[in-house]
């Protein structure tokens, strides 16, 4: 093998041919084929994407031109412009070479067409029409050449206009400036098709003139955006001839739209051209076909949603009659305007930011359409600032992407720099688009998967190597993002606040609909709460002017904006000189997104911060807002009760922890992080932390006082109620009650001191929040002894005890103190409580005193239905329904022995004691209240947590930190939905009511 | 602002108009109304008007009474009792929160809200009802209630009372854009029929609520008083509002199916076994008082018993016969309404029952063909004709079970209802009446 071969195979492969040995050979056949020399392959092949496949086709489209006798033509492109474009063509799309191998003839299209083209003379609605023989200047033309071979005819003209564009799109250096000329082309060869499909379904409907009908483009057509291969979006619309009744004219129109879309769609000896989807029409796919322009009118009155004003922001009359089209655009385009007045055009529009800022769902990392970053963030984007400012400023009504990115600019609503960055990368990414899709003329929007594809893509939208393609590919994604947040928000921030002269400061009544868009209730005050954090020259000013768009967009997620702005005001000023506080926000996202969320939705935490900050400086890391096992908690306060000598010092620390948990529990709770159960566990264990602690301190006190007995005498603290359950909230009482076990003379009076000790050490007002201990629930209630000895215990239970004692001792827990004694207590208790027989006279008992408990223990004033605690169906009946299973029960089914609701419910369910389906009404209840009270005492503003808020705004934030996505009017609803079924099965199954028949 | 919006504006300017009444209804059916200038209009459509809606009977608990009454300018109507110059307009409104959403209590929203039910399956829901009522002399305390004439079924009375009302009164409904499909003297003594065209349920129960006024207004005028209780004379028949209903799928009518049984479609038949399905359930909804249960219950055609059939006068659902080639008129009647339901709610239950029958598929049993009342209560047993609720009482019992009213009204139109009605009942129960004393007082 001589040198100069060698270095020619090199230089093939260098041009991207992949089987030098193959090409060769196939330059070979041609050279034969055409008579004629191939010029330097090499050279002429680097500008195709896919040399090897260009090559083929090029073999193919010579034998096919030879046997049609148009090699000529093919051999006179040698050397042109034209030329060029037919092999650029071959090498970027298969299914385009295809076509020419089908239809050789075409080849002489090419040294017709402009050697630089803008497609001005495409023309093809005329092209379209005369294809199928039909007057293109007629107002209703009707195609004379018909049936399959019409519809062939249409298919192959379009493709060979679709060629012209694509062969002009593949070859030009720079795509990215051809692509609104592309995208337009496409749009009017796609109405072109669906004239000239009309023109066919007239040929083949006589009764035609008996309707006017028109076809509006939606989506990418009627936006004269659209890519090589998508499904074309339509609705039709329609009216009756003159004399023609309504239901005849709506009966012909559909006929003829049904055939000009199949005309488009269907299959033949030509391909299919695309898809003609119609599902955009009123009542989607469940509509009528066609209507008329009155009952489009009354259905965008009376039913549409909003996202079917924003389909019509694109609507645009291609086909049909004129008129008719003219007159639906001048009914509907005001109703898209007017449609930001409606109610749910704030939650919709939210949806749609929430879609580009989270990618809730997001789909694979491939789509360049779906994708994060990808074509419909870009569009989203800029549909929304459109609605939302296209109302009072008409030169935002346009529908391009392009055009309304160039509007929102020069209209000052985006800044410069932002929207030329959009467009460039929804420029580029539309380019990648097109190139994939004209392949093989596929609807795609993945990114290849394998090294070829991304290879051929490359070379076909001119980038070097796969790498610096992926890599543009990646900064577009998260400069679409990025881009989102800066034009969606950073213009809000006043003039004063610009980082650069090109920034956009948008005017106060912009700013203002754009706050009250994203949900801010009270835009005048957030405007000012704004202007307060930005303005100055301070450090912490201008780390707040970056920070700030972020953090709008973050505030408007929580579920009470304005409260979220005004406290990161207030903490910003508190903490203005800490440095960490600032750099942390800034350079940690995540903490800064964190804060936020917690700002505007928990008053609680954000009350808790306020007073200690150090908290905010957990929310960079997940491991500092899981909650802290109880090994951990105990861990600790044994460390500080070994090392401090002061009882009252380390009664402060243990209480500071207990504090410190709350706030991390509750700042995870309000994050999502843990649910609310979960939460009423690491509450509990937090009290049983601060009451061991107390318990240990205490005995060390009367020790000094009273003797070493206090050291050494069993004694024990029992949970009782939520807390015994483990289900105790942010700001519950700990229900307790003390035992101990005789030990010689004193042993009571050390008890007694032991536990008046501890009550005052957690009840005691300092530093630190106090935890108040309610011993209510003891043997004898308020008016028994506040300790009492084990066999004290025993005796009461077994003589005196009333049937309400057992049922409190099913939430005993012993929390603190001496083993022996606790397994001792726990041992007599179960007797109690688990008895074999519950006797009728206890039920009896049981009953009455919860129905007369319903009627008193109500506070005045209050509806008894927004009780969470003791109304219908609230968390007593489901409660007092699963304790009397247990007293029932417990005895014989061992899982019954819980002090936990859900727990024992769970049992009582697979025990068989309560149907399936009630003990899901009990749980969808019990866990409803459960979860509304947790999140009143996350939102830290109801005097009450177990009254439901009667105010709908309210409700609405309580819904959404429930994280549903009801109205506060659904939410009431849904409680008092679930809270009626629950208050039945309690009716049937506790108080044993039959049902009357 | 709206194109509706800025031509009700326009109006009130070029009419003179002087006075705005706002309407709404409570949830028992009655019409409310409150009245502002012109001047007030826009500040209304865009912010709607605030009033204390805990003074309106079932619309909000006591301490959340802040409501708004946001008008809808498409029910904007001159009044034509007012006069032609300087004179009144009415507009429906739509009751909102003060945080903008809906309010779940306004029984045109519960409407509203099961017509989008509805819509989602691809159905719209038409409605076409014959209201009953009684024209007396003017009402003397303690009096039973005098009728204006005589006749009966149409009866046409010569210089009557009531063929003058019907005439003004049906001038007046097409003045505001109601049609009228037909009016004639019913079978009671003063007993008048108008039956209205048939339109879209809501349109139709706005028109409800717009009919009983002006005919009470009508009356007024002509020194008569119109009442459309449900049973005014203990001899005389009850005051019915039958209800025709249909479906439509975009222009089609879905209860038609040429060459089936009856050209009744699959929809329709599902439809029918729903409403006769749950018929117990709403009918403390459709018959709302506890006079209405003397009409139920009153023998003559009212229906009492859950059954249908196809032109059985006495039947609970009757599949009227239509000209042939009038597939679009195919509808089905529902007769136990009263005239005086909230027509917003008393449509909404019947839609939601057709619609679970549509959902769940439901069979519907075979049709009957003799005249209910003249079977022997053991014969209706075995032919499974179950009645219906027989007292106010019966009903809210049987409705208190009904998840499906439960949703349709929402539970707090619901809880309202229930306890209004209990209240009502208990009301009743203490009574001592006439009858009592007639019967026992000079025996026991």
Same mark, same amino acid.
């Given at each position: 093998?001589?040198?100069?071969?060698?270095?020619?195979?090199?230089?093939?492969?260098?041009?991207?041919?992949?089987?030098?040995?193959?090409?060769?050979?196939?330059?070979?056949?041609?050279?034969?084929?055409?008579?004629?020399?191939?010029?330097?392959?090499?050279?002429?092949?680097?500008?195709?994407?896919?040399?090897?496949?260009?090559?083929?086709?090029?073999?193919?489209?010579?034998?096919?031109?030879?046997?049609?006798?148009?090699?000529?033509?093919?051999?006179?492109?040698?050397?042109?412009?034209?030329?060029?474009?037919?092999?650029?063509?071959?090498?970027?799309?298969?299914?385009?070479?295809?076509?020419?191998?089908?239809?050789?003839?075409?080849?002489?299209?090419?040294?017709?067409?402009?050697?630089?083209?803008?497609?001005?003379?495409?023309?093809?609605?005329?092209?379209?029409?005369?294809?199928?023989?039909?007057?293109?200047?007629?107002?209703?033309?009707?195609?004379?050449?018909?049936?399959?071979?019409?519809?062939?005819? +249409?298919?192959?003209?379009?493709?060979?206009?679709?060629?012209?564009?694509?062969?002009?799109?593949?070859?030009?250096?720079?795509?990215?400036?051809?692509?609104?000329?592309?995208?337009?082309?496409?749009?009017?060869?796609?109405?072109?098709?669906?004239?000239?499909?009309?023109?066919?379904?007239?040929?083949?409907?006589?009764?035609?003139?008996?309707?006017?009908?028109?076809?509006?483009?939606?989506?990418?057509?009627?936006?004269?955006?659209?890519?090589?291969?998508?499904?074309?979006?339509?609705?039709?619309?329609?009216? &009756?001839?003159?004399?023609?009744?309504?239901?005849?004219?709506?009966?012909?129109?559909?006929?003829?739209?049904?055939?000009?879309?199949?005309?488009?769609?269907?299959?033949?000896?030509?391909?299919?051209?695309?898809?003609?989807?119609?599902?955009?029409?009123?009542?989607?796919?469940?509509?009528?076909?066609?209507?008329?322009?009155?009952?489009?009118?009354?259905?965008?009155?009376?039913?549409?949603?909003?996202?079917?004003?924003?389909?019509?922001?694109?609507?645009?009359?291609?086909?049909?009659?004129?008129?008719?089209?003219?007159?639906?655009?001048?009914?509907?385009?005001? +109703?898209?305007?007017?449609?930001?007045?409606?109610?749910?055009?704030?939650?919709?529009?939210? &949806?749609?930011?929430?879609?580009?800022?989270?990618?809730?769902?997001?789909?694979?990392?491939?789509?360049?359409?779906?994708?994060?970053?990808?074509?419909?963030?870009?569009?989203?984007?800029?549909?929304?600032?459109?609605?939302?400012?296209?109302?009072?400023?008409?030169?935002?009504?346009?529908?391009?992407?392009?055009?309304?990115?160039?509007?929102?600019?020069?209209?000052?609503?985006?800044?410069?720099?932002?929207?030329?960055?959009?467009?460039?990368?929804?420029?580029?990414?539309?380019?990648?688009?097109?190139?994939?899709?004209?392949?093989?003329?596929?609807?795609?929007?993945?990114?290849?998967?394998?090294?070829?594809?991304?290879?051929?893509?490359?070379?076909?939208?001119?980038?070097?190597?796969?790498?610096? +393609?992926?890599?543009?590919?990646?900064?577009?994604?998260?400069?679409?993002?990025?881009?989102?947040?800066?034009?969606?928000?950073?213009?809000?921030?006043?003039?004063?606040?610009?980082?650069?002269?090109?920034?956009?400061?948008?005017?106060?009544?912009?700013?203002?609909?754009?706050?009250?868009?994203?949900?801010?209730?009270?835009? =005048?005050?957030?405007?000012?709460?704004?202007?307060?954090?930005?303005?100055?020259?301070?450090?912490?000013?201008?780390?707040?002017?970056?920070?700030?768009?972020?953090?709008?967009?973050?505030?408007?997620?929580?579920?009470?904006?304005?409260?979220?702005?005004?406290?990161?005001?207030?903490?910003?000023?508190?903490?203005?000189?800490?440095?960490?506080?600032?750099?942390?926000?800034?350079?940690?996202?995540?903490?800064?997104?964190?804060?936020?969320?917690?700002?505007?939705?928990?008053?609680?935490?954000?009350?808790?911060?306020?007073?200690?900050?150090?908290?905010?400086?957990?929310?960079?890391?997940?491991?500092?807002?899981?909650?802290?096992?109880?090994?951990?908690?105990?861990?600790?306060?044994?460390?500080?009760?070994?090392?401090?000598?002061?009882?009252?010092?380390? =009664?402060?620390?243990?209480?500071?922890?207990?504090?410190?948990?709350?706030?991390?529990?509750?700042?995870?709770?309000?994050?999502?992080?843990?649910?609310?159960?979960?939460?009423?566990?690491?509450?509990?264990?937090?009290?049983?932390?601060?009451?061991?602690?107390?318990?240990?301190?205490?005995?060390?006190?009367?020790?000094?006082?009273?003797?070493?007995?206090?050291?050494?005498?069993?004694?024990?603290?029992?949970?009782?109620?939520?807390?015994?359950?483990?289900? +105790?909230?942010?700001?519950?009482?700990?229900?307790?009650?003390?035992?101990?076990?005789?030990?010689?003379?004193?042993?009571?009076?050390?008890?007694?001191?032991?536990?008046?000790?501890?009550?005052?050490?957690?009840?005691? =007002?300092?530093?630190?929040?106090?935890?108040?201990?309610?011993?209510?629930?003891?043997?004898?209630?308020?008016?028994?002894?506040?300790?009492?000895?084990?066999?004290?215990?025993?005796?009461?239970?077994?003589?005196?005890?009333?049937?309400?004692?057992?049922?409190?001792?099913?939430?005993?827990?012993?929390?603190?103190?001496?083993?022996?004694?606790?397994?001792?207590?726990?041992?007599?208790?179960?007797?109690?409580?688990?008895?074999?027989?519950?006797?009728?006279?206890?039920?009896?008992?049981?009953?009455?005193?919860?129905?007369?408990?319903?009627?008193?223990?109500?506070?005045?004033?209050?509806?008894?239905?927004?009780?969470?605690?003791?109304?219908?169906?609230?968390?007593?009946? =489901?409660?007092?329904?699963?304790?009397?299973?247990?007293?029932?029960?417990?005895?014989?089914?061992?899982?019954?022995?819980?002090?936990?609701?859900?727990?024992?419910?769970?049992?009582?369910?697979?025990?068989?004691?309560?149907?399936?389906?009630?003990?899901?009404?009990?749980?969808?209840?019990?866990?409803?209240?459960?979860?509304?009270?947790?999140?009143?005492?996350?939102?830290?503003? &109801?005097?009450?947590?177990?009254?439901?808020?009667?105010?709908?705004?309210?409700?609405?934030?309580?819904?959404?930190?429930?994280?549903?996505?009801?109205?506060?009017?659904?939410?009431?609803?849904?409680?008092?939905?679930?809270?009626?079924?629950?208050?039945?099965?309690?009716?049937?199954?506790?108080?044993?009511?039959?049902?009357?028949? | 602002?709206?194109?509706?919006?800025?031509?009700?504006?326009?109006?009130?300017?070029?009419?003179?108009?002087?006075?705005?009444?706002?309407?709404?209804?409570?949830?028992?059916?009655?019409?409310?109304?409150?009245?502002?200038?012109?001047?007030?209009?826009?500040?209304?459509?865009?912010?709607?008007?605030?009033?204390?809606?805990?003074?309106?009977?079932?619309?909000?608990?006591?301490? $959340?009474?802040?409501?708004?009454?946001?008008?809808?300018?498409?029910?904007?109507?001159?009044?034509?009792?007012?006069?032609?110059?300087?004179?009144?307009?009415?507009?429906?409104?739509?009751?909102? !929160?003060?945080?903008?959403?809906?309010?779940?209590?306004?029984?045109?929203?519960?409407?509203?809200?099961?017509?989008?039910?509805?819509?989602?399956?691809?159905?719209?829901?038409?409605?076409?009802?014959?209201? $009953?009522?009684?024209?007396?002399?003017?009402?003397?305390?303690?009096?039973?209630?005098?009728?204006?004439?005589?006749?009966?079924?149409?009866?046409?009375?010569?210089?009557? !009372?009531?063929? $003058?009302?019907?005439?003004?009164?049906?001038?007046?409904?097409?003045?505001?854009?109601?049609?009228?499909?037909?009016?004639?003297?019913?079978?009671?003594?003063?007993?008048?029929?108008?039956?209205?065209?048939?339109?879209?349920?809501?349109?139709?129960?706005?028109?409800?609520?717009?009919?009983?006024?002006?005919?009470?207004?009508?009356?007024?005028?002509?020194?008569?008083?119109?009442?459309?209780?449900?049973?005014?004379?203990?001899?005389?028949?009850?005051?019915?509002?039958?209800?025709?209903?249909?479906?439509?799928?975009?222009?089609?009518?879905?209860?038609?199916?040429?060459?089936?049984?009856?050209?009744?479609?699959?929809?329709?038949?599902?439809?029918?076994?729903?409403?006769?399905?749950?018929?117990?359930?709403?009918?403390?909804?459709?018959?709302?008082?506890?006079?209405?249960?003397?009409?139920?219950?009153?023998?003559?055609?009212?229906?009492?018993?859950?059954?249908?059939?196809?032109?059985?006068?006495?039947?609970?659902?009757?599949?009227?016969?239509?000209?042939?080639?009038?597939?679009?008129?195919?509808?089905?009647?529902?007769?136990?309404?009263?005239?005086?339901?909230?027509?917003?709610?008393?449509?909404?239950?019947?839609?939601?029952?057709?619609?679970?029958?549509?959902?769940?598929?439901?069979?519907?049993? /075979?049709?009957? /063909?003799?005249?209910?009342?003249?079977?022997?209560?053991?014969?209706?047993?075995?032919?499974?004709?179950?009645?219906?609720?027989?007292?106010?009482?019966?009903?809210?019992?049987?409705?208190?079970?009904?998840?499906?009213?439960?949703?349709?009204?929402?539970?707090?139109?619901?809880?309202?209802?229930?306890?209004?009605?209990?209240?009502?009942?208990?009301?009743?129960?203490?009574?001592? !009446?006439?009858?009592?004393?007639?019967?026992?007082?000079?025996?026991?």
């Amino acid at each position: 093998m001589s040198s100069r071969e060698v270095s020619y195979a090199q230089r093939l492969r260098r041009s991207g041919v992949a089987d030098p040995a193959r090409a060769e050979r196939l330059i070979g056949e041609i050279e034969v084929l055409t008579g004629a020399t191939v010029d330097d392959p090499p050279h002429a092949l680097s500008y195709l994407s896919d040399p090897d496949v260009g090559l083929l086709q090029l073999l193919r489209v010579a034998e096919a031109a030879k046997s049609a006798g148009a090699l000529d033509a093919l051999v006179s492109l040698r050397g042109s412009r034209a030329g060029a474009k037919l092999g650029v063509m071959l090498g970027g799309s298969v299914a385009l070479g295809d076509l020419l191998v089908r239809h050789p003839e075409l080849l002489a299209d090419f040294s017709t067409w402009p050697a630089e083209d803008d497609f001005a003379d495409l023309e093809p609605r005329t092209r379209l029409l005369t294809a199928v023989g039909a007057d293109p200047g007629s107002e209703v033309p009707i195609a004379t050449v018909t049936g399959p071979a019409g519809i062939a005819a +249409m298919r192959v003209e379009y493709r060979r206009l679709l060629m012209r564009v694509a062969a002009e799109d593949l070859l030009v250096s720079t795509p990215t400036r051809l692509f609104p000329k592309v995208a337009g082309a496409l749009a009017d060869l796609a109405g072109a098709a669906l004239s000239a499909g009309l023109a066919l379904a007239r040929a083949g409907e006589p009764d035609y003139a008996a309707t006017r009908l028109a076809i509006i483009a939606m989506g990418k057509t009627g936006a004269r955006e659209l890519n090589y291969v998508s499904d074309v979006d339509v609705i039709y619309v329609a009216q &009756a001839a003159d004399g023609i009744d309504e239901e005849r004219s709506l009966r012909v129109a559909a006929r003829l739209a049904n055939a000009a879309a199949r005309a488009c769609d269907s299959m033949g000896s030509e391909p299919a051209l695309w898809q003609v989807d119609a599902n955009l029409r009123p009542e989607g796919k469940d509509g009528a076909l066609v209507r008329n322009i009155e009952s489009h009118r009354a259905y965008y009155e009376r039913w549409a949603d909003t996202w079917e004003f924003q389909a019509l922001l694109k609507a645009r009359p291609v086909a049909g009659d004129r008129e008719v089209g003219e007159q639906y655009m001048a009914v509907v385009s005001p +109703m898209v305007w007017s449609a930001v007045e409606r109610e749910g055009f704030v939650e919709s529009a939210q &949806a749609m930011r929430r879609r580009v800022e989270h990618h809730v769902g997001a789909e694979s990392d491939r789509e360049l359409k779906l994708g994060p970053g990808g074509l419909r963030d870009v569009e989203f984007t800029v549909q929304l600032l459109q609605l939302v400012h296209g109302r009072s400023d008409p030169s935002l009504r346009v529908r391009g992407t392009l055009e309304a990115l160039r509007a929102l600019s020069v209209g000052g609503y985006v800044g410069r720099p932002q929207a030329a960055a959009m467009e460039r990368c929804y420029r580029q990414l539309r380019v990648w688009e097109h190139r994939l899709q004209l392949r093989k003329l596929a609807r795609t929007h993945l990114m290849p998967r394998d090294e070829d594809g991304l290879r051929l893509l490359a070379r076909a939208s001119g980038f070097a190597t796969v790498d610096y +393609m992926t890599e543009v590919w990646q900064d577009i994604r998260r400069d679409v993002r990025r881009m989102h947040l800066e034009m969606f928000y950073r213009p809000i921030l006043p003039v004063v606040a610009r980082l650069s002269a090109d920034e956009a400061a948008l005017d106060d009544d912009a700013a203002r609909a754009r706050l009250s868009a994203i949900g801010f209730a009270d835009p =005048v005050g957030a405007q000012r709460h704004i202007a307060a954090l930005t303005s100055g020259v301070s450090r912490r000013a201008a780390i707040q002017r970056q920070l700030l768009p972020a953090m709008i967009g973050w505030f408007a997620d929580g579920a009470d904006p304005d409260a979220g702005l005004l406290a990161f005001r207030q903490l910003s000023e508190q903490l203005s000189e800490s440095q960490w506080y600032l750099k942390l926000l800034r350079d940690s996202l995540t903490a800064a997104e964190r804060l936020a969320k917690l700002l505007s939705t928990s008053g609680y935490v954000t009350r808790a911060l306020l007073a200690s900050a150090e908290a905010i400086s957990w929310l960079d890391d997940d491991a500092d807002l899981e909650p802290r096992t109880l090994e951990w908690l105990s861990a600790e306060a044994d460390a500080i009760l070994t090392r401090s000598d002061d009882p009252d010092q380390a =009664v402060t620390a243990l209480r500071g922890a207990r504090r410190r948990e709350l706030v991390r529990i509750a700042a995870a709770d309000t994050l999502g992080r843990v649910n609310a159960s979960d939460a009423g566990q690491a509450v509990s264990d937090a009290a049983d932390m601060l009451i061991a602690g107390a318990l240990r301190i205490a005995r060390h006190v009367v020790a000094r006082e009273r003797g070493e007995l206090a050291r050494t005498l069993p004694f024990l603290i029992v949970a009782m109620g939520r807390y015994g359950g483990r289900e +105790m909230s942010y700001q519950s009482d700990a229900d307790v009650q003390f035992v101990y076990d005789d030990a010689g003379d004193g042993s009571n009076d050390i008890a007694l001191a032991l536990a008046i000790q501890v009550r005052t050490m957690l009840q005691r =007002v300092g530093s630190q929040p106090s935890l108040a201990i309610d011993a209510d629930l003891r043997p004898e209630g308020k008016s028994g002894a506040l300790v009492r000895s084990l066999g004290s215990c025993a005796e009461y239970y077994r003589r005196w005890s009333d049937p309400w004692e057992a049922q409190a001792l099913l939430r005993a827990r012993p929390c603190a103190g001496n083993d022996d004694l606790a397994r001792a207590f726990t041992d007599m208790i179960d007797d109690v409580r688990y008895p074999p027989k519950l006797p009728q006279s206890a039920l009896k008992q049981m009953r009455t005193l919860k129905a007369r408990m319903e009627s008193e223990r109500l506070p005045r004033g209050v509806d008894p239905r927004r009780h969470l605690k003791l109304g219908p169906g609230g968390l007593s009946d =489901v409660e007092w329904t699963i304790q009397l299973l247990q007293l029932r029960h417990a005895h014989a089914k061992d899982g019954l022995q819980t002090t936990q609701t859900l727990v024992a419910l769970d049992a009582a369910a697979d025990g068989g004691l309560l149907r399936a389906s009630d003990a899901r009404a009990l749980r969808e209840a019990w866990v409803l209240a459960t979860d509304l009270r947790g999140a009143m005492a996350l939102r830290g503003n &109801a005097r009450d947590t177990d009254v439901l808020p009667a105010d709908v705004r309210e409700l609405r934030i309580l819904a959404e930190m429930l994280g549903t996505r009801l109205t506060g009017p659904e939410l009431d609803d849904t409680y008092s939905r679930v809270s009626r079924r629950a208050r039945a099965v309690a009716e049937r199954v506790f108080f044993g009511w039959t049902v009357q028949a | 602002m709206d194109k509706q919006q800025e031509y009700v504006l326009r109006s009130v300017e070029e009419r003179d108009i002087r006075f705005i009444r706002l309407w709404f209804t409570d949830v028992l059916g009655v019409l409310k109304s409150v009245a502002i200038a012109p001047a007030e209009l826009e500040n209304a459509f865009n912010e709607g008007i605030g009033f204390d809606g805990s003074a309106v009977e079932g619309l909000t608990r006591v301490y $959340e009474a802040d409501m708004l009454a946001v008008p809808d300018p498409s029910t904007f109507q001159i009044l034509p009792w007012r006069g032609d110059r300087q004179g009144a307009a009415r507009m429906f409104c739509d009751i909102v !929160t003060p945080g903008g959403e809906p309010a779940l209590s306004d029984p045109r929203q519960v409407l509203k809200r099961t017509l989008k039910r509805a819509a989602a399956l691809g159905f719209t829901f038409y409605t076409h009802p014959e209201i $009953e009522f009684y024209l007396f002399e003017p009402p003397v305390d303690g009096q039973t209630p005098k009728p204006v004439d005589q006749a009966g079924y149409f009866d046409n009375v010569p210089r009557g !009372t009531a063929h $003058e009302f019907r005439r003004t009164a049906i001038t007046m409904l097409e003045s505001m854009g109601i049609s009228v499909e037909f009016s004639h003297h019913e079978a009671g003594p003063g007993q008048q029929e108008i039956d209205l065209r048939y339109a879209d349920a809501l349109t139709m129960a706005d028109n409800v609520m717009t009919f009983r006024t002006v005919i009470k207004e009508v009356a007024l005028e002509q020194g008569v008083f119109a009442s459309f209780m449900p049973k005014p004379l203990v001899d005389g028949p009850g005051s019915g509002m039958h209800t025709h209903i249909s479906l439509f799928e975009g222009d089609r009518n879905a209860f038609y199916e040429a060459g089936s049984d009856h050209q009744l479609s699959p929809v329709a038949r599902q439809f029918m076994a729903g409403l006769l399905k749950y018929a117990p359930e709403v009918t403390a909804i459709t018959n709302q008082y506890v006079n209405s249960y003397k009409r139920l219950w009153g023998g003559a055609e009212a229906p009492s018993f859950v059954c249908w059939g196809s032109n059985n006068r006495s039947a609970l659902v009757r599949v009227p016969i239509h000209k042939p080639g009038k597939g679009q008129s195919t509808r089905v009647e529902y007769r136990a309404v009263d005239a005086a339901a909230n027509p917003y709610l008393a449509f909404s239950v019947l839609l939601a029952a057709g619609l679970k029958g549509i959902e769940d598929q439901l069979e519907l049993p /075979e049709g009957a /063909e003799d005249d209910v009342w003249e079977l022997s209560p053991a014969e209706r047993r075995a032919m499974g004709y179950e009645p219906l609720p027989a007292s106010l009482s019966e009903a809210v019992a049987v409705m208190e079970r009904s998840e499906l009213v439960a949703e349709t009204l929402g539970e707090r139109v619901f809880d309202f209802v229930l306890r209004n009605k209990r209240a009502e009942w208990e009301a009743y129960r203490n009574q001592v !009446t006439a009858f009592e004393l007639q019967r026992y007082l000079p025996v026991l």
